[in-house]
């Protein structure tokens, strides 16, 4: 573990170097270059208002408190309006869809079959609406992966399951310190889901019992492997009715004990469904990875997903990371990807906004994502709002065809810039201006 710590630092330490070379894959040679586009999120700061950034050392992120650091800017202008658009062949970005909403339901073959070409990795619940679809989704695109969504450290009241669980394992139930079960309230633009009853994610009974949840709807519809919702730590941010106390002490999980017992779980999840894909969410941000939500990366999933890449679904439209916030974010993505895992970065606009508002931050936390994409294992979507269709191709800018990064990023006077064969990515920290060009 202290070797996997050590890298973690290192790679935030470097994060804060001028120029800094990222982890990423040999460039290839892509089509020929596309037409001019360009795309910029064009954000002013505040009158009087200054940004924050905390004179803080990132080799001791660990001090730095997780919760979201920002500074405060305001939107000043539109991109193009959201379409859909097929995927260029020469694009770096690899695009996911967590589709596990009402929408796959009354979609139409056209849109499963678009849904299919521009996207990587499609997740669906488990039931014949995806299930029916897996083989054909393979035809339009071999190299797409199908997966299975799995509740997490959660059964559903009302269930069969749930019932079953009650009756012969009523120990694999978290409770809090007055003995209550613990249940989801809405919080951070999620709406609560009061049925969603906490299980006890270290009780290695209930361990077992989610691993074989989730390789049984693996194998009966032929999913390419599963994604774990819900492993992150927010039963300590509010999500949840109360906080799990662990049985073996007496006393209340910590946020590491929890997230350790979390990465236990992926691991006997992984050994259940063998050579199967799995990844979860849970990452938070780069200060939270380097304090506890690291143990998800650390056991045996193939990648790990953060559903609040740049910004809270539910935070201020114009509240940006901190350029220490950044820089750790950054570095989180380095070191995972310097491990092996696969990233998966998901930015949610689940409050009111304009299109122009929803286009500067596609805008701006995609060209945070393409600093550090290494085009192989490396994940983005956006959706806005909550409820939405979340295949959408939400903004041309998500297909952008940059082509091969020719290198890392740099970063001088506060911006960050990253050229690839066919453009380049820009990031100011201090006004808050992200902007994607391709080269005519």
Not at 136 to 146: I, T
Not at 223 to 242: E, K, L, N, Q, W
Request: proline fraction near 5%.
């Amino acid at each position: 573990m202290n070797g996997q710590i050590s890298r973690r630092v290192l790679g935030a330490t470097l994060a804060m170097a001028a120029a800094i070379a990222v982890t990423a894959c040999a460039p290839t040679q892509l089509p020929a270059r596309p037409a001019t586009t360009r795309l910029t999120a064009s954000l002013t700061s505040v009158a009087g208002l200054t940004t924050q950034r905390p004179n803080v050392s990132l080799a001791l992120l660990g001090g730095v408190n997780a919760s979201a650091e920002v500074s405060t800017a305001t939107a000043a202008g539109a991109t193009e309006a959201p379409t859909s658009v097929e995927a260029p062949a020469s694009t770096p970005i690899l695009l996911y869809a967590q589709d596990w909403n009402s929408y796959p339901s009354t979609r139409t073959t056209a849109a499963w079959q678009e849904a299919a070409v521009t996207h990587q990795v499609l997740v669906g619940t488990p039931g014949p609406v995806y299930g029916d679809m897996i083989s054909q989704l393979h035809a339009w695109n071999p190299e797409l992966k199908v997966l299975v969504y799995d509740l997490g450290p959660y059964t559903q009241a009302g269930s069969s399951e749930y019932e079953t669980l009650m009756t012969e394992h009523p120990d694999y139930f978290a409770r809090d310190a007055a003995g209550n079960l613990i249940t989801v309230q809405a919080a951070s633009g999620s709406p609560g889901f009061a049925e969603n009853t906490l299980m006890d994610e270290g009780n290695p009974g209930w361990q077992a019992w989610e691993a074989h949840r989730v390789a049984t709807n693996v194998a009966k519809y032929g999913f390419d492997g599963a994604y774990i919702d819900s492993m992150g730590p927010g039963v300590f941010s509010g999500t949840t009715t109360g906080v799990p106390m662990d049985p073996s002490t007496g006393q209340a999980y910590t946020k590491a004990e929890w997230m350790a017992a979390g990465g236990q779980a992926l691991d006997v999840i992984k050994a259940a469904i063998g050579s199967k894909y799995l990844f979860s969410t849970g990452l938070v941000n780069g200060v939270a990875y380097t304090q506890d939500t690291h143990y998800l990366s650390d056991s045996t999933a193939n990648g790990v997903q953060t559903d609040s890449w740049m910004r809270v679904a539910n935070g201020s439209l114009t509240q940006w990371p901190s350029a220490s916030l950044l820089a750790a974010d950054l570095a989180m993505v380095q070191s995972l990807n310097a491990e092996g895992k696969a990233f998966y970065a998901w930015t949610k606009v689940w409050t009111t906004a304009t299109p122009a508002q929803e286009s500067a931050w596609d805008t701006y936390s995609l060209a945070a994502y393409l600093l550090v994409d290494n085009g192989v294992s490396d994940f983005y979507t956006f959706d806005s709002p909550f409820n939405s269709d979340r295949t959408t191709i939400f903004y041309p800018n998500e297909r952008s065809a940059l082509g091969a990064p020719d290198g890392g990023f740099t970063l001088s006077g506060g911006v960050y810039s990253r050229s690839f064969q066919f453009g380049s990515v820009t990031l100011n920290t201090t006004t808050n201006v992200a902007t994607i060009d391709v080269a005519p």
